[in-house]
């Protein structure tokens, strides 16, 4: 298994609180995302980094923001958490040099984050 | 707009049944992946196709870029293949489907 942890595995915080979700990774890969998944709509990217201090948004960035100062961490913030932020968020690397759909991404466990 | 639509959403299955997952996508794509999704959340890598056909164990994914059409087939089914069944295809960014829940019944 690819070495891909996540933190909080759980998480239930009040709206407009700022929450920070973390992936950490020991395979030195270049390339980390961020994914929510809710039901109906599937894996949805809302960032990406394709190195340390490089970053670039996905479908799905308004009110997200990340940020990658070592290469095994990549941190998603929330500024202000709100309902409809709520889901399950999964990270996932790919050890690519130029990233895209011709590698395979390795999953973290995933983060359940609920907003009240 | 969905870009990648997957069949049939819910699968129920007895124990030994041939299993058929199918995607149709409708973008451009240099690859397409078969992921699965563990009832406790986990998600891996079964397949990546460009072309052609891939057989892991009991596992077989098709691709037709022509017609813009993937198939998973599992055969011989067993109850620890219920699971979560993900088409992602793409170029540059991918596009996941909304899965196919399979259950498989003793």
């Known amino acids: 298994d690819a070495g891909i942890t996540q933190s909080p595995r759980h998480k239930v915080t009040e709206t407009g609180t700022p929450v920070t979700l973390r992936c950490h990774q020991t395979e030195n890969h270049r390339y980390m995302y961020w994914y929510r998944q809710d039901p109906g709509h599937g894996l949805r990217l809302i960032h990406y980094?394709?190195?340390?201090?490089?970053?670039d948004k996905g479908e799905v960035s308004d009110g997200y923001s990340v940020s990658r100062s070592k290469t095994e961490d990549f941190l998603l913030t929330l500024e202000s958490a709100t309902s409809s932020q709520t889901s399950v968020y999964f990270c996932a690397i790919s050890e690519s040099e130029q990233g895209g759909s011709t590698d395979t991404q390795y999953f973290g466990p995933g983060t359940r984050l609920t907003v009240l | 707009k969905n870009e990648v639509e997957q069949s049939p959403q819910n699968l129920t299955a007895q124990e030994g049944e041939f299993i058929t997952i199918n995607c149709s996508y409708s973008v451009g794509i240099s690859a397409l992946h078969w992921l699965q999704q563990h009832p406790g959340g986990g998600i891996v890598s079964l397949f990546m196709?460009?072309?052609g056909k891939k057989k892991h164990g009991r596992l077989i994914a098709t691709i037709n870029i022509q017609e813009k059409h993937s198939s998973l087939h599992i055969t011989a089914s067993h109850p620890r293949d219920s699971a979560v069944y993900i088409c992602?295809?793409?170029?540059?960014?991918?596009?996941f489907g909304t899965g196919t829940s399979l259950t498989v019944i003793p």
């Open positions: 992602a295809v793409g170029s540059n960014q991918f596009y």
């Open positions: 980094s394709y190195g340390v201090k490089d970053t």
């Open positions: 196709l460009s072309s």
